[in-house]
């Protein structure tokens, strides 16, 4: 229950602090067929990748090891979509995620 409340908390702040209206609008845009370009399906794909590790290590103590596979795959794309959008920080960061999902891969099959 103190989760869920604090988590609320934060996010009403947050979009508070942003824009509801905003905030709103840029969700809106995923029900918009011009949104789903190659490179934005990737990006979907690879947050929903990250998300199958990170939420059931965090919260359940679950490895789902083999996931990395599919982050792997994800995480390589998606620093060719940021490329497209001029991203640095998300080539980065998922440079780091090919480097981690290698790890736990090799980790796991040796």
Known sequence: MIYTLSYIL???ILYSIIGWKRIWNAIL??????YW??????E???WMAKAIIIVPGLI???ELWYMHFFTLITSSLLIWASMRKHLPTL?????LWVIIS????????I
Do not use: P, S
């Open 102 to 109: 290698t790890t736990v891969i090799v980790k796991n099959l």
């Open 37 to 42: 370009t190659n490179y934005n399906i990737i």
């Open 10 to 12: 934060i996010i009403i």
């Open 60 to 62: 359940f103590g679950i």
């Open 44 to 46: 979907l794909a690879a």
């Open 29 to 34: 845009m995923y029900g918009n067929k011009k």
């Open 91 to 95: 080539i980065i960061f998922n440079t």
